[in-house]
Protein backbone atom coordinates (compact mmCIF):
# COMPACT_ATOMS: atom_id res chain seq x y z
CA UNK A 1 0.00 0.00 0.00
CA UNK A 2 1.84 3.51 -0.92
CA UNK A 3 -0.27 5.38 1.76
CA UNK A 4 2.54 8.23 3.46
CA UNK A 5 1.16 8.63 7.49
CA UNK A 6 3.96 10.24 8.34
CA UNK A 7 7.04 12.53 8.17
CA UNK A 8 9.52 9.98 8.14
CA UNK A 9 7.62 8.85 5.48
CA UNK A 10 7.52 11.95 3.51
CA UNK A 11 11.64 11.90 4.20
CA UNK A 12 11.35 7.99 3.10
CA UNK A 13 9.71 8.55 -0.56
CA UNK A 14 11.98 11.76 -1.43
CA UNK A 15 14.91 9.72 -2.14
CA UNK A 16 12.71 7.94 -4.93
CA UNK A 17 10.16 10.14 -6.09
CA UNK A 18 10.82 13.58 -8.25
CA UNK A 19 7.47 15.68 -8.08
CA UNK A 20 4.62 15.39 -5.49
CA UNK A 21 1.69 17.69 -5.40
CA UNK A 22 0.05 18.72 -1.81
CA UNK A 23 -3.50 19.88 -0.93
CA UNK A 24 -3.34 23.50 -0.28
CA UNK A 25 -4.85 26.18 1.58
CA UNK A 26 -2.84 28.70 3.27
CA UNK A 27 -3.74 27.40 6.27
CA UNK A 28 -1.39 26.35 9.17
CA UNK A 29 -1.38 22.54 8.55
CA UNK A 30 -0.96 22.86 4.69
CA UNK A 31 1.86 26.10 4.81
CA UNK A 32 3.94 23.74 7.50
CA UNK A 33 3.72 20.76 5.31
CA UNK A 34 5.65 22.85 2.57
CA UNK A 35 8.07 23.61 5.64
CA UNK A 36 8.70 19.95 6.10
CA UNK A 37 8.94 19.67 2.57
CA UNK A 38 12.05 22.23 1.42
CA UNK A 39 14.31 19.87 2.69
CA UNK A 40 13.48 17.16 0.38
CA UNK A 41 15.25 17.50 -3.11
CA UNK A 42 11.75 16.55 -4.93
CA UNK A 43 9.69 19.11 -6.73
CA UNK A 44 5.96 20.68 -5.20
CA UNK A 45 2.98 21.96 -6.56
CA UNK A 46 0.43 23.30 -4.13
CA UNK A 47 -2.86 23.03 -5.34
CA UNK A 48 -5.63 25.39 -4.43
CA UNK A 49 -9.33 24.01 -5.56
CA UNK A 50 -11.21 27.02 -5.90
CA UNK A 51 -14.81 25.90 -4.05
CA UNK A 52 -15.79 29.72 -3.49
CA UNK A 53 -14.79 31.07 -0.19
CA UNK A 54 -11.65 31.85 1.07
CA UNK A 55 -9.00 32.09 -1.63
CA UNK A 56 -6.21 35.12 -1.26
CA UNK A 57 -4.41 34.72 -4.05
CA UNK A 58 -1.97 37.19 -3.27
CA UNK A 59 -1.37 35.30 0.45
CA UNK A 60 -0.96 31.94 -1.38
CA UNK A 61 1.03 33.20 -3.64
CA UNK A 62 3.25 34.90 -1.19
CA UNK A 63 3.77 31.75 0.81
CA UNK A 64 4.29 29.24 -2.49
CA UNK A 65 7.59 32.13 -3.20
CA UNK A 66 8.47 31.66 0.41
CA UNK A 67 8.87 27.99 -0.09
CA UNK A 68 9.93 28.14 -3.95
CA UNK A 69 6.86 25.98 -4.66
CA UNK A 70 4.34 25.91 -8.01
CA UNK A 71 0.93 27.04 -6.76
CA UNK A 72 -1.42 26.05 -9.03
CA UNK A 73 -5.11 27.36 -8.33
CA UNK A 74 -8.15 26.08 -10.03
CA UNK A 75 -11.70 27.32 -10.05
CA UNK A 76 -14.55 24.00 -9.39
CA UNK A 77 -17.19 26.60 -7.92
CA UNK A 78 -19.29 25.52 -10.79
CA UNK A 79 -18.78 21.67 -10.64
CA UNK A 80 -19.16 21.99 -7.02
CA UNK A 81 -22.78 23.55 -7.33
CA UNK A 82 -23.70 21.22 -9.59
CA UNK A 83 -22.02 17.67 -8.85
CA UNK A 84 -22.47 18.29 -5.08
CA UNK A 85 -24.66 21.19 -3.87
CA UNK A 86 -27.84 20.36 -5.66
CA UNK A 87 -27.86 17.06 -4.71
CA UNK A 88 -27.39 18.34 -1.15
CA UNK A 89 -30.49 20.49 -1.29
CA UNK A 90 -32.38 17.65 -2.55
CA UNK A 91 -30.94 15.01 -0.43
CA UNK A 92 -31.28 17.09 2.76
CA UNK A 93 -27.96 16.98 3.96
CA UNK A 94 -28.05 17.17 7.49
CA UNK A 95 -25.69 15.39 9.44
CA UNK A 96 -27.68 13.41 11.75
CA UNK A 97 -30.60 16.03 11.14
CA UNK A 98 -28.42 18.95 12.87
CA UNK A 99 -26.14 21.09 10.39
CA UNK A 100 -25.60 21.26 6.72
CA UNK A 101 -22.67 18.90 5.88
CA UNK A 102 -20.15 20.45 4.02
CA UNK A 103 -16.45 19.04 3.88
CA UNK A 104 -18.47 15.88 2.83
CA UNK A 105 -19.54 17.50 -0.22
CA UNK A 106 -16.34 19.31 -1.39
CA UNK A 107 -13.87 16.70 -0.89
CA UNK A 108 -14.47 14.37 -3.91
CA UNK A 109 -14.09 17.32 -6.34
CA UNK A 110 -10.85 18.29 -4.97
CA UNK A 111 -9.45 14.88 -4.96
CA UNK A 112 -10.77 14.57 -8.41
CA UNK A 113 -9.08 17.72 -9.44
CA UNK A 114 -5.84 16.73 -7.69
CA UNK A 115 -5.67 13.58 -9.01
CA UNK A 116 -6.07 14.74 -12.70
CA UNK A 117 -3.28 17.51 -12.31
CA UNK A 118 -0.89 14.67 -10.71
CA UNK A 119 -1.68 12.58 -13.63
CA UNK A 120 -0.90 15.25 -15.62
CA UNK A 121 1.89 16.72 -14.24
CA UNK A 122 3.55 13.25 -13.58
CA UNK A 123 3.22 13.62 -9.94
CA UNK A 124 4.29 10.49 -7.74
CA UNK A 125 2.30 11.13 -4.80
CA UNK A 126 -0.60 13.34 -3.56
CA UNK A 127 0.04 14.87 -0.28
CA UNK A 128 -2.99 16.48 2.15
CA UNK A 129 -2.72 17.69 6.05
CA UNK A 130 -6.16 15.78 7.90
CA UNK A 131 -5.24 14.48 11.27
CA UNK A 132 -6.83 11.97 13.40
CA UNK A 133 -9.02 14.56 14.44
CA UNK A 134 -10.86 15.14 11.27
CA UNK A 135 -13.10 13.35 9.22
CA UNK A 136 -11.32 14.50 6.09
CA UNK A 137 -8.85 12.06 6.95
CA UNK A 138 -10.91 9.12 5.69
CA UNK A 139 -12.94 11.05 3.47
CA UNK A 140 -9.69 12.49 1.54
CA UNK A 141 -7.59 8.93 1.89
CA UNK A 142 -11.42 7.22 0.90
CA UNK A 143 -11.47 9.19 -2.80
CA UNK A 144 -8.13 9.09 -3.46
CA UNK A 145 -8.04 5.12 -3.01
CA UNK A 146 -11.35 4.68 -4.82
CA UNK A 147 -9.90 7.03 -7.73
CA UNK A 148 -7.40 4.28 -8.81
CA UNK A 149 -4.62 6.65 -8.49
CA UNK A 150 -1.36 4.60 -8.68
CA UNK A 151 1.16 7.07 -6.45
CA UNK A 152 1.83 7.44 -2.94
CA UNK A 153 -1.27 9.54 -1.17
CA UNK A 154 -2.15 10.29 2.24
CA UNK A 155 -1.37 12.45 5.18
CA UNK A 156 1.85 12.77 7.32
CA UNK A 157 -0.07 14.34 10.45
CA UNK A 158 -1.85 10.84 10.48
CA UNK A 159 1.05 9.10 12.79
CA UNK A 160 3.43 12.65 13.38
CA UNK A 161 1.21 14.22 16.06
CA UNK A 162 2.53 17.64 16.05
CA UNK A 163 0.44 20.87 18.15
CA UNK A 164 -0.73 24.09 16.24
CA UNK A 165 1.52 26.14 18.49
CA UNK A 166 4.66 23.92 17.28
CA UNK A 167 3.68 24.17 13.75
CA UNK A 168 3.13 28.28 14.29
CA UNK A 169 6.62 28.11 16.12
CA UNK A 170 8.60 26.80 13.17
CA UNK A 171 6.87 29.07 10.41
CA UNK A 172 7.72 31.96 12.32
CA UNK A 173 11.18 31.10 12.66
CA UNK A 174 10.78 30.68 9.02
CA UNK A 175 10.53 34.18 8.39
CA UNK A 176 5.67 33.55 7.98
CA UNK A 177 4.90 35.49 11.60
CA UNK A 178 0.94 35.64 10.12
CA UNK A 179 -0.18 32.50 11.68
CA UNK A 180 0.33 33.36 15.68
CA UNK A 181 -3.05 35.28 15.40
CA UNK A 182 -4.68 31.89 13.87
CA UNK A 183 -6.35 30.46 16.83
CA UNK A 184 -8.67 27.93 15.20
CA UNK A 185 -8.97 25.48 12.29
CA UNK A 186 -11.32 26.11 9.19
CA UNK A 187 -12.55 24.84 6.04
CA UNK A 188 -15.03 27.18 3.50
CA UNK A 189 -16.55 26.75 0.29
CA UNK A 190 -19.72 28.94 -1.21
CA UNK A 191 -21.47 26.64 0.53
CA UNK A 192 -20.52 26.71 4.62
CA UNK A 193 -18.27 28.78 6.95
CA UNK A 194 -16.86 25.31 9.39
CA UNK A 195 -14.31 25.89 12.25
CA UNK A 196 -13.14 23.27 14.46
CA UNK A 197 -9.96 22.52 16.66
CA UNK A 198 -7.72 25.17 18.76
CA UNK A 199 -10.40 27.62 20.91
CA UNK A 200 -12.86 25.23 19.89
CA UNK A 201 -11.29 22.30 21.34
CA UNK A 202 -13.09 21.90 24.43
CA UNK A 203 -17.13 21.15 24.75
CA UNK A 204 -17.09 22.13 27.82
CA UNK A 205 -15.74 25.45 27.75
CA UNK A 206 -15.24 27.26 24.37
CA UNK A 207 -15.87 30.58 23.28
CA UNK A 208 -17.23 31.66 19.93
CA UNK A 209 -15.67 34.73 18.83
CA UNK A 210 -18.41 36.93 16.39
CA UNK A 211 -15.02 37.07 14.46
CA UNK A 212 -15.08 33.75 13.42
CA UNK A 213 -18.54 35.00 10.86
CA UNK A 214 -18.57 36.62 7.82
CA UNK A 215 -21.76 35.78 6.03
CA UNK A 216 -24.11 35.86 9.32
CA UNK A 217 -23.46 38.88 10.70
CA UNK A 218 -25.95 41.61 11.83
CA UNK A 219 -25.71 44.05 9.42
CA UNK A 220 -28.74 46.14 8.61
CA UNK A 221 -26.77 48.11 5.69
CA UNK A 222 -27.03 44.39 3.59
CA UNK A 223 -30.27 43.18 4.46
CA UNK A 224 -33.56 43.53 2.48
CA UNK A 225 -35.89 46.68 2.12
CA UNK A 226 -38.55 44.24 2.47
CA UNK A 227 -37.31 42.00 5.22
CA UNK A 228 -38.60 39.20 2.91
CA UNK A 229 -37.31 36.24 -0.06
CA UNK A 230 -38.86 34.34 -2.09
CA UNK A 231 -37.30 31.75 -3.39
CA UNK A 232 -38.01 29.52 -6.71
CA UNK A 233 -37.91 25.76 -7.93
CA UNK A 234 -38.05 24.24 -11.09
CA UNK A 235 -37.80 20.40 -11.09
CA UNK A 236 -35.92 20.24 -7.86
CA UNK A 237 -33.68 22.67 -8.63
CA UNK A 238 -33.59 26.35 -7.07
CA UNK A 239 -33.80 29.38 -9.70
CA UNK A 240 -35.14 32.77 -8.81
CA UNK A 241 -34.90 34.88 -5.97
CA UNK A 242 -37.48 37.13 -5.70
CA UNK A 243 -38.85 36.15 -8.78
CA UNK A 244 -35.49 37.06 -10.81
CA UNK A 245 -33.77 34.17 -12.82
CA UNK A 246 -30.53 33.57 -11.00
CA UNK A 247 -28.13 30.39 -11.57
CA UNK A 248 -27.16 28.98 -8.71
CA UNK A 249 -23.62 29.87 -7.81
CA UNK A 250 -24.70 33.38 -7.48
CA UNK A 251 -28.52 32.32 -6.24
CA UNK A 252 -26.16 30.87 -3.20
CA UNK A 253 -24.24 33.78 -2.73
CA UNK A 254 -27.00 36.75 -2.71
CA UNK A 255 -28.58 34.30 0.06
CA UNK A 256 -24.83 34.51 1.98
CA UNK A 257 -24.73 38.17 1.79
CA UNK A 258 -28.17 39.42 2.17
CA UNK A 259 -29.79 36.36 4.12
CA UNK A 260 -26.95 36.11 6.45
CA UNK A 261 -26.92 39.88 7.32
CA UNK A 262 -29.74 39.18 9.80
CA UNK A 263 -27.46 36.30 11.33
CA UNK A 264 -29.19 33.27 9.86
CA UNK A 265 -27.77 30.37 9.61
CA UNK A 266 -24.96 29.30 12.55
CA UNK A 267 -24.48 26.28 13.92
CA UNK A 268 -22.65 24.48 16.53
CA UNK A 269 -22.74 20.24 16.96
CA UNK A 270 -20.41 17.38 17.09
CA UNK A 271 -19.29 14.78 14.26
CA UNK A 272 -17.57 11.54 14.93
CA UNK A 273 -14.07 10.06 14.66
CA UNK A 274 -13.31 6.61 13.25
CA UNK A 275 -13.45 4.91 16.85
CA UNK A 276 -17.08 7.73 17.45
CA UNK A 277 -15.20 9.83 19.37
CA UNK A 278 -16.81 13.00 19.11
CA UNK A 279 -15.83 16.63 18.05
CA UNK A 280 -17.27 20.02 17.97
CA UNK A 281 -17.47 22.46 15.06
CA UNK A 282 -18.71 25.39 14.43
CA UNK A 283 -19.96 26.62 11.32
CA UNK A 284 -22.06 29.34 9.07
CA UNK A 285 -24.26 28.06 6.51
CA UNK A 286 -27.61 30.79 5.73
CA UNK A 287 -28.00 29.58 2.24
CA UNK A 288 -27.43 26.16 2.85
CA UNK A 289 -29.85 27.37 5.45
CA UNK A 290 -33.03 28.22 4.32
CA UNK A 291 -32.53 26.18 0.65
CA UNK A 292 -33.04 23.25 2.67
CA UNK A 293 -35.65 24.41 4.71
CA UNK A 294 -37.58 25.75 1.06
CA UNK A 295 -37.45 22.94 -0.32
CA UNK A 296 -38.55 20.87 2.25
CA UNK A 297 -41.49 22.83 2.45
CA UNK A 298 -42.27 22.13 -1.28
CA UNK A 299 -41.79 18.53 -1.38
CA UNK A 300 -43.89 18.07 1.59
CA UNK A 301 -46.79 20.43 -0.24
CA UNK A 302 -46.18 17.96 -3.49
CA UNK A 303 -45.29 14.75 -2.60
CA UNK A 304 -47.37 11.76 -1.46
CA UNK A 305 -46.63 11.36 2.42
CA UNK A 306 -45.84 7.37 1.91
CA UNK A 307 -43.01 8.77 -0.95
CA UNK A 308 -41.89 11.40 1.84
CA UNK A 309 -41.92 8.63 4.70
CA UNK A 310 -39.26 6.24 2.05
CA UNK A 311 -37.09 9.52 1.19
CA UNK A 312 -36.29 10.38 4.41
CA UNK A 313 -34.69 6.98 4.73
CA UNK A 314 -33.12 7.82 1.01
CA UNK A 315 -31.99 11.39 2.43
CA UNK A 316 -30.31 9.56 5.20
CA UNK A 317 -28.45 6.68 3.60
CA UNK A 318 -27.59 9.24 0.37
CA UNK A 319 -25.89 11.81 3.44
CA UNK A 320 -24.47 9.14 5.16
CA UNK A 321 -22.62 7.67 2.85
CA UNK A 322 -20.87 11.27 1.52
CA UNK A 323 -20.38 11.86 5.77
CA UNK A 324 -18.25 8.46 5.51
CA UNK A 325 -16.76 9.25 2.28
CA UNK A 326 -18.70 6.63 0.08
CA UNK A 327 -19.43 8.76 -2.79
CA UNK A 328 -20.73 7.30 -5.48
CA UNK A 329 -21.43 4.23 -3.45
CA UNK A 330 -24.09 2.00 -5.23
CA UNK A 331 -25.83 3.01 -1.57
CA UNK A 332 -25.81 6.44 -2.25
CA UNK A 333 -26.70 6.71 -6.15
CA UNK A 334 -29.55 4.12 -5.75
CA UNK A 335 -30.45 6.50 -3.24
CA UNK A 336 -29.98 9.55 -5.15
CA UNK A 337 -31.97 7.87 -7.76
CA UNK A 338 -35.04 7.73 -5.85
CA UNK A 339 -34.27 11.14 -4.88
CA UNK A 340 -33.75 12.48 -8.23
CA UNK A 341 -36.90 10.98 -9.16
CA UNK A 342 -38.92 12.84 -6.58
CA UNK A 343 -37.27 16.01 -7.23
CA UNK A 344 -38.67 16.14 -10.99
CA UNK A 345 -42.14 16.91 -9.34
CA UNK A 346 -41.06 19.51 -6.87
CA UNK A 347 -41.63 22.99 -8.30
CA UNK A 348 -42.73 26.12 -6.99
CA UNK A 349 -42.08 29.21 -4.49
CA UNK A 350 -41.74 29.35 -0.88
CA UNK A 351 -41.40 33.21 0.57
CA UNK A 352 -40.00 33.67 3.88
CA UNK A 353 -40.26 36.20 6.52
CA UNK A 354 -36.36 37.39 8.13
CA UNK A 355 -35.91 38.58 11.62
CA UNK A 356 -32.82 38.67 13.49
CA UNK A 357 -31.88 34.80 13.78
CA UNK A 358 -34.95 33.77 12.24
CA UNK A 359 -36.81 32.84 9.12
CA UNK A 360 -40.79 32.25 8.73
CA UNK A 361 -42.48 31.05 5.78
CA UNK A 362 -45.36 32.81 5.16
CA UNK A 363 -45.90 31.59 1.46
CA UNK A 364 -45.73 28.30 -0.02
CA UNK A 365 -46.90 27.64 -3.37
CA UNK A 366 -46.86 24.45 -5.40
CA UNK A 367 -47.37 24.17 -8.98
CA UNK A 368 -48.28 20.34 -8.26
CA UNK A 369 -50.18 20.83 -4.95
CA UNK A 370 -51.56 18.54 -2.59
CA UNK A 371 -52.66 20.93 -0.08
CA UNK A 372 -55.91 22.55 0.94
CA UNK A 373 -56.68 26.31 0.02
CA UNK A 374 -60.22 26.45 1.71
CA UNK A 375 -60.90 24.51 4.12
CA UNK A 376 -63.94 25.24 4.77
CA UNK A 377 -65.18 25.00 1.47
CA UNK A 378 -63.68 21.30 1.17
CA UNK A 379 -65.22 20.33 4.70
CA UNK A 380 -68.28 21.38 3.35
CA UNK A 381 -68.20 19.71 -0.35
CA UNK A 382 -66.61 16.49 1.08
CA UNK A 383 -68.70 15.73 3.57
CA UNK A 384 -71.92 16.38 0.91
CA UNK A 385 -70.36 13.93 -1.35
CA UNK A 386 -69.69 10.91 1.25
CA UNK A 387 -73.02 11.77 2.79
CA UNK A 388 -75.17 10.34 -0.64
CA UNK A 389 -74.40 6.67 0.83
CA UNK A 390 -77.75 7.38 2.62
CA UNK A 391 -79.52 4.99 4.02
CA UNK A 392 -83.07 4.13 2.09
CA UNK A 393 -85.13 0.85 2.53
CA UNK A 394 -83.87 -0.85 -0.60
CA UNK A 395 -80.29 -0.87 0.57
CA UNK A 396 -81.39 -1.75 4.42
CA UNK A 397 -83.06 -4.83 2.77
CA UNK A 398 -80.01 -5.88 0.64
CA UNK A 399 -77.20 -5.22 3.88
CA UNK A 400 -79.70 -7.55 6.09
CA UNK A 401 -79.74 -10.15 3.13
CA UNK A 402 -76.17 -9.83 3.28
CA UNK A 403 -75.36 -10.18 6.68
Not at 102 to 110: E, M, T
Not at 151 to 165: I, Q
Not at 353 to 366: D, E, K, P, Q, V
Request: aromatic share 8%; proline share 3%.
Amino acid sequence: MKKLRSIEDIRTISSTVKHVLTLFSGGLDSTYLLEILKEQKVKVTALVVDLGEGIDESNLQLIADHYSVDLLILDAKQEFVEHSLVSAIQAQALYLGDYPVSSSLSRPIIVKKAVQVAQKLKCEAIIHTANQSQNSLRRLNGAIEASGYQGYYGSPYEYSALTREEKTAALFHSGLVGFKSRNVSGDANLWCREFESGVLDDPESFTVSESLFSWSKWNPAKQLDSHQVRIGFRKGYPVTINDLPMNLKELIAFINNHVGAYEIGRYVGFDHLDEDEKVLEVREAPAAHILMKAYKLLETATLPTDVLKAKAMHNEMWTQEAVEGRWGSMLQSSSYAFIAHTAEHVSGSVLFSLSRGNILATSIIADEPKYLRDRDAWEVQTAHKRSLRALTPASLKKQQQTA
